[in-house]
């Protein structure tokens, strides 16, 4: 729905230009085409100023290009999975001063989810404050204070253990014990590098029902597959610059190999709920829209057999502390996606 609303915010501000070319003169040049590089940091109508209206125009319109520069660079941005540029032109939108409150609300949400997507924390100013309408009369009406809504509680925490690798990029998620857990929606552009004869990042969380991509940035060709079972997979054999897919239906962890390069593992968590992230390098991590209630908190990490669990009561903003176990035994051989034991290969 906040997608829909952008696409509908970005017509409303392209159909006055819209508008204007349709009443130009005929004997006026013709509207240059559309770069490439577009949406670009500078309008790609110039704007002379002559008179104080002149300038007020250009003001204007400079405004009202920023905004959409800075609204449609995120949303391209977010669509092909770079959520940290995603991240960082949103939240530059949100620090324009005098921002419609009906933009503000699409934005931040997108915002704080491609933040934490990016692996940080957005840092936003507070939303703006709603208008109140006045009136004059002989005895000035009651103005009533709008009530603020809270939509859901912040579930902060840190993580530890982990053994030699450190608790980075454990995946902890959150699932209702008083009621149903609603379904989280799929990720989109959420994509795994080749890179290095290594897999980038190497774990990777995403909801149940996501597609992952996993793109070769190697000169030399890969074998992507996985035999965890029921999201096992076999990508085949593709060389540098082509991308292949998978749809992760069931949660659990998917560990990833390469048929080629024995070397090469990562994994895919695939959650069943909404309310997830992943711990950064420090183990630091960020929940947010937390409805109250009875929940058991979860925590995976690669080195761990099973996820740690914890039973936490959401009332209000709160943090949390988790240990995650290193007990999962190194495996006997790395297989082939037939399953057999291998060699490491040397020198590819």
């Not at 939509?151 to 608790?167: D, E, K, Y």
């Not at 997830?276 to 929940?287: K, L, P, W």
Request: proline fraction near 10%; charged fraction near 20%.
């Amino acid at each position: 729905m906040r997608m829909k609303t952008i696409h509908s915010y970005l017509l409303l501000v392209l159909l006055p230009a819209a508008s204007l070319a349709a009443v130009k003169p005929r004997e006026h040049a013709p509207a240059p085409a559309v770069d490439a590089s577009w949406p670009g940091e500078e309008m790609p109508l110039p704007l002379t100023v002559r008179t104080p209206d002149d300038l007020s125009f250009k003001e204007a319109a400079e405004r009202t290009y920023l905004l959409f520069n800075l609204l449609a660079s995120g949303k391209l941005a977010y669509d092909r999975g770079d959520m940290a540029t995603a991240a960082t032109k949103w939240e530059m939108l949100l620090r324009v001063p005098n921002l419609p409150p009906d933009l503000d609300r699409v934005v931040r949400p997108l915002a704080i989810d491609a933040r934490q997507r990016a692996g940080g924390v957005a840092e936003l100013p507070p939303p703006p404050a709603p208008e109140v309408s006045t009136q004059s009369s002989d005895e000035p009406a009651p103005v009533a204070i709008p009530k603020v809504v809270k939509h859901g509680n912040i579930v902060r925490g840190v993580v530890t253990g982990g053994g030699s690798l450190g608790a980075g990029g454990t995946v902890v998620w959150l699932r209702r014990t008083d009621g149903p857990t609603p379904q989280p929606h799929p990720s989109q552009g959420k994509t795994i590098a080749q890179k290095g004869k290594r897999f980038t990042p190497r774990v990777l969380a995403v909801p149940v029902g996501s597609t992952v991509y996993f793109r070769n940035d190697d000169d030399l060709y890969h074998n992507v597959f996985s035999l965890s079972r029921p999201n096992e997979f076999d990508l085949g054999l593709y060389r540098k610059g082509i991308s292949r897919s998978k749809t992760f239906n069931s949660p659990g962890p998917v560990n990833l190999l390469c048929n080629i390069h024995s070397s090469m593992s990562a994994y895919v968590y695939v959650v069943d709920s909404p309310y997830y992230a992943q711990a950064d390098r420090r183990g630091n991590f960020t929940i947010r829209g937390v409805p109250s209630g009875r929940y058991t908190v979860k925590a995976w990490h690669e080195t761990s057999l099973d996820p740690t669990e914890a039973q936490i009561t959401v009332k209000d903003d709160m943090s949390i502390a988790l240990t995650v176990t290193s007990d999962r035994p190194t495996p006997a051989f790395v297989p082939d996606k037939a399953g057999k034991p291998r060699q490491a290969q040397l020198g590819y």
